[in-house]
């Protein structure tokens, strides 16, 4: 178990503070944040590399205050690998490990025995991160902590290898710490979601409840939602809104009947967000898109012309201009669907089209 | 334009020239002149022979005691960040900088008879004026700088996280220091020891305020030009000139062979 209280360092210039989080025994947990954003340096305090300058870091139940990197159990795999050159590969894999035949089987597993003959030098980016991982898996730590580990890894090879370092730390119980860049990474592997900037935790939990529920329009943009608006709540008085399966349920604890204005649309949603100025978020993959209107309970319905298609392989991204109410300003909404979608549609530049999404995919922070 | 080039470029080699020309044709001209019979005069010239022993010995004496305590002031200054780290620097660097018989007297002030410590080490049987004691003392002075800077940044081309790493496999800070820093850092720290010896092997200035007997080398070639003159002190400043070249020559050739920066990663 990884437990963050308050965790501040200090690297130069650069500080790490108040920093909180938990990432239960046995759990995978994902560092995401912006390049400089103190993922690194994260990791490298949690290691005992950076001394703590506060705040309190349980390892396993147990303070890690002034406890030295050789006593922390903790194993660290930075991007590069830094694999120890003056050594085989074989021997930077036992390199901390006491059961040797242990460590063979972690490289085996992991892909990294293939490799044993070669030099530690003539390894490729990708190679160097197979041992790396082999070698902090090899002593068995309590936590391992990865710093980008799997980017040079091509994209079949990193499915595999990601799987498998989970597999091995699930069956091992040990407690994972990630940073990643990759959000489809993020959304995979992590039990816990750490989002970092400029060295302070901006929001910790769920990754699926990241990003659904951005605590912020800076999250929300950080972590690709497309359709962030600026705009207010409103309250209404309804008592029982037609917009959202189980609304007294909610309205009961505490929960408003919404509608929130932005330039010239208005989106009804249901939530505990204060009255007044805010921002909605929608995420694409919620939107949807057709020729005619929906015949479904999405009370978010919006007739408009499509101004961009973006194809990534076998997603499209579709935005809509959707004309304001009363002739109020126009606002984008971005869809994401699969491209045999998009091909189905015949969209195009120009087409008019309805997107809509339900009451529940409009969050609002 | 591209004659411009061509004159820049004729004028670039023929500035580079002279100056080659300047750096290699004395010491040329010295080993062409004396270096066949200062050999042969260390068949025939016992005194010869004795002052390149003793040069020899105390120059590794000098060169192991630079090792052995700069170091880890070379690891300190690198690794770790401290207040008054760059005072430090400075004051370590500062014997590169001054006139070596300065450093002699400086030397003086502190080891000879007259002094707290040279008194205590003399009450303690250990003569350091006018003893080999001495001539490792003003070695040591002033060429242990040139190790430190060196082996700082043999120890700056090892990235930090190599040892970072070595820790987190449960080596403490030694143990990784041992197994990874110094393996990685032995060939620049060798060529710091190299350099090291070469320049205690030339020195003269400090050496001859604290010892002018028994003479080592370069103390034995200026006796010779002052008492015999040119002839003289051509032999025995030709087998110096040798003795200072060939183990620079080796390192060269030795780093040339393996590649520079081959643990950049």
Not at chain 1, 280 to 287: F, L, M, S
Not at chain 2, 77 to 95: N, T
Not at chain 2, 105 to 119: F, N
């Given at each position: 178990?990884?437990?963050?209280?308050?965790?501040?360092?200090?690297?130069?210039e650069?500080e790490?503070?108040?920093?909180s989080f938990?990432?239960?025994?046995?759990?995978y947990?994902?560092?995401?944040?912006?390049?400089?954003?103190?993922k690194?340096?994260?990791l490298?305090t949690i290691?005992?590399?950076i001394p703590?300058?506060?705040g309190?870091?349980?390892l396993?139940?147990?303070?890690?205050?002034?406890?030295?990197?050789?006593?922390?159990?903790?194993?660290i795999?930075?991007?590069?690998?830094?694999?120890?050159?003056h050594?085989?590969?074989?021997?930077?894999?036992?390199y901390?490990?006491?059961d040797?035949?242990?460590?063979?089987?972690i490289?085996?597993r992991?892909?990294?025995?293939?490799?044993y003959?070669?030099?530690?030098?003539?390894?490729?980016g990708?190679?160097?991160q197979?041992?790396?991982?082999?070698?902090?898996?090899?002593p068995?730590?309590?936590?391992?902590?990865?710093?980008e580990?799997f980017?040079?890894l091509?994209p079949?090879?990193?499915?595999?290898?990601r799987?498998?370092v989970?597999?091995?730390?699930?069956?091992?119980?040990?407690?994972?710490?990630?940073?990643t860049?990759?959000?489809?990474?993020?959304g995979?592997l992590?039990?816990v979601?750490?989002l970092?900037?400029?060295g302070?935790?901006l929001?910790?939990?769920?990754p699926?409840?990241?990003?659904r529920?951005?605590?912020?329009?800076y999250?929300?943009e950080?972590l690709?939602a497309?359709?962030?608006y600026?705009?207010?709540?409103?309250?209404?008085?309804?008592?029982?809104p037609?917009?959202v399966?189980?609304?007294?349920?909610?309205?009961?604890r505490?929960?408003?009947a919404i509608e929130?204005?932005?330039?010239?649309?208005?989106?009804y949603?249901i939530g505990d967000a204060?009255?007044g100025?805010?921002h909605a978020v929608i995420r694409a993959?919620e939107v949807?898109?057709?020729?005619?209107p929906?015949?479904?309970?999405?009370?978010n319905?919006?007739?408009?012309?499509?101004?961009e298609?973006?194809t990534?392989?076998?997603l499209?991204r579709v935005?809509?201009e959707i004309a304001?109410?009363?002739?109020?300003?126009?606002a984008?909404?971005?869809?994401?669907l699969?491209t045999?979608?998009?091909?189905?549609l015949a969209?195009?530049?120009?087409s008019?089209?309805?997107?809509?999404?339900k009451a529940?995919?409009v969050?609002l922070? | 334009?591209?004659q411009?080039?061509?004159?820049a470029?004729v004028?670039?080699a023929?500035?580079?020239?002279?100056f080659l020309?300047?750096?290699?044709?004395?010491?040329?001209?010295?080993i062409?002149a004396g270096?066949?019979s200062?050999?042969?005069?260390?068949?025939?010239?016992?005194?010869l022979r004795?002052?390149?022993?003793?040069t020899?010995?105390?120059a590794?004496s000098a060169?192991?005691?630079a090792i052995l305590g700069?170091t880890?002031v070379?690891y300190l200054?690198?690794?770790?960040?401290?207040?008054g780290?760059?005072?430090?620097a400075a004051?370590i660097?500062?014997p590169?900088l001054?006139p070596?018989?300065?450093?002699g007297?400086?030397l003086?002030?502190v080891?000879?008879r007259?002094?707290?410590?040279?008194?205590?080490?003399?009450?303690l049987?250990i003569?350091?004026?006018g003893?080999?004691v001495?001539i490792?003392c003003?070695?040591?002075?002033?060429s242990a700088?040139?190790?430190v800077?060196?082996t700082?940044e043999?120890?700056a081309?090892v990235?930090?996280?190599y040892?970072?790493?070595a820790r987190?496999l449960g080596?403490?800070?030694w143990?990784a220091?041992r197994?990874?820093?110094l393996p990685?850092?032995s060939?620049g720290?060798i060529?710091?020891?190299?350099?090291?010896?070469a320049r205690?092997v030339s020195?003269?200035?400090?050496i001859?305020i604290l010892?002018?007997?028994p003479?080592?080398?370069s103390v034995l070639?200026?006796?010779?030009?002052?008492?015999?003159?040119l002839?003289e002190a051509?032999?025995?400043?030709?087998?110096?000139?040798i003795?200072?070249?060939?183990p620079?020559?080796?390192?060269r050739t030795?780093r040339?062979s393996?590649?520079a920066?081959?643990?950049v990663?």
């Amino acid at each position: 178990m990884i437990e963050a209280e308050a965790l501040g360092a200090r690297v130069g210039e650069f500080e790490l503070r108040d920093v909180s989080f938990v990432v239960p025994a046995g759990k995978y947990g994902v560092v995401i944040g912006a390049a400089g954003s103190g993922k690194t340096t994260l990791l490298e305090t949690i290691a005992g590399i950076i001394p703590m300058k506060n705040g309190v870091l349980r390892l396993g139940g147990r303070d890690t205050t002034g406890v030295p990197p050789e006593q922390r159990n903790t194993g660290i795999v930075y991007q590069h690998g830094f694999l120890f050159p003056h050594l085989s590969v074989a021997e930077n894999v036992r390199y901390g490990a006491t059961d040797f035949s242990f460590a063979d089987a972690i490289a085996k597993r992991i892909g990294a025995s293939d490799l044993y003959a070669r030099e530690v030098r003539g390894l490729s980016g990708g190679e160097r991160q197979l041992v790396a991982i082999a070698r902090a898996l090899a002593p068995r730590p309590e936590v391992l902590l990865l710093d980008e580990p799997f980017s040079a890894l091509d994209p079949r090879r990193r499915t595999l290898v990601r799987r498998e370092v989970r597999r091995v730390a699930r069956e091992l119980r040990i407690t994972v710490l990630q940073v990643t860049h990759d959000f489809t990474e993020a959304g995979l592997l992590g039990d816990v979601a750490v989002l970092i900037d400029q060295g302070r935790v901006l929001q910790s939990g769920p990754p699926e409840r990241l990003f659904r529920e951005p605590a912020s329009p800076y999250i929300a943009e950080f972590l690709g939602a497309e359709n962030v608006y600026a705009g207010e709540v409103r309250y209404l008085e309804d008592a029982s809104p037609d917009f959202v399966d189980g609304a007294t349920e909610l309205l009961a604890r505490g929960h408003h009947a919404i509608e929130f204005l932005t330039g010239g649309l208005k989106l009804y949603t249901i939530g505990d967000a204060p009255a007044g100025d805010g921002h909605a978020v929608i995420r694409a993959e919620e939107v949807l898109i057709s020729a005619q209107p929906q015949e479904s309970s999405a009370r978010n319905q919006f007739k408009g012309v499509v101004s961009e298609i973006a194809t990534t392989g076998a997603l499209t991204r579709v935005t809509v201009e959707i004309a304001g109410e009363r002739g109020g300003k126009s606002a984008p909404i971005v869809a994401a669907l699969t491209t045999r979608s998009a091909q189905e549609l015949a969209l195009r530049e120009g087409s008019e089209v309805w997107a809509s999404f339900k009451a529940m995919a409009v969050h609002l922070c | 334009m591209r004659q411009a080039h061509r004159a820049a470029s004729v004028l670039a080699a023929f500035c580079g020239s002279i100056f080659l020309l300047f750096l290699v044709a004395p010491i040329v001209r010295l080993i062409g002149a004396g270096g066949a019979s200062g050999l042969a005069h260390l068949f025939t010239d016992a005194e010869l022979r004795s002052a390149l022993a003793l040069t020899a010995l105390t120059a590794t004496s000098a060169t192991a005691l630079a090792i052995l305590g700069g170091t880890p002031v070379a690891y300190l200054l690198e690794r770790r960040e401290f207040r008054g780290r760059a005072l430090l620097a400075a004051v370590i660097d500062l014997p590169l900088l001054i006139p070596h018989p300065v450093a002699g007297i400086a030397l003086l002030l502190v080891l000879g008879r007259r002094s707290l410590v040279g008194g205590t080490l003399l009450d303690l049987g250990i003569r350091v004026v006018g003893s080999p004691v001495g001539i490792v003392c003003a070695m040591l002075f002033v060429s242990a700088p040139l190790y430190v800077s060196a082996t700082r940044e043999a120890f700056a081309r090892v990235d930090v996280r190599y040892e970072a790493v070595a820790r987190s496999l449960g080596d403490p800070a030694w143990r990784a220091f041992r197994r990874v820093t110094l393996p990685l850092s032995s060939r620049g720290m060798i060529a710091a020891g190299v350099v090291v010896w070469a320049r205690a092997v030339s020195e003269f200035g400090a050496i001859v305020i604290l010892t002018y007997n028994p003479k080592v080398a370069s103390v034995l070639s200026y006796d010779r030009f002052t008492s015999y003159g040119l002839d003289e002190a051509l032999p025995v400043a030709a087998v110096l000139a040798i003795l200072a070249f060939v183990p620079l020559f080796l390192l060269r050739t030795l780093r040339a062979s393996r590649g520079a920066a081959a643990f950049v990663q």
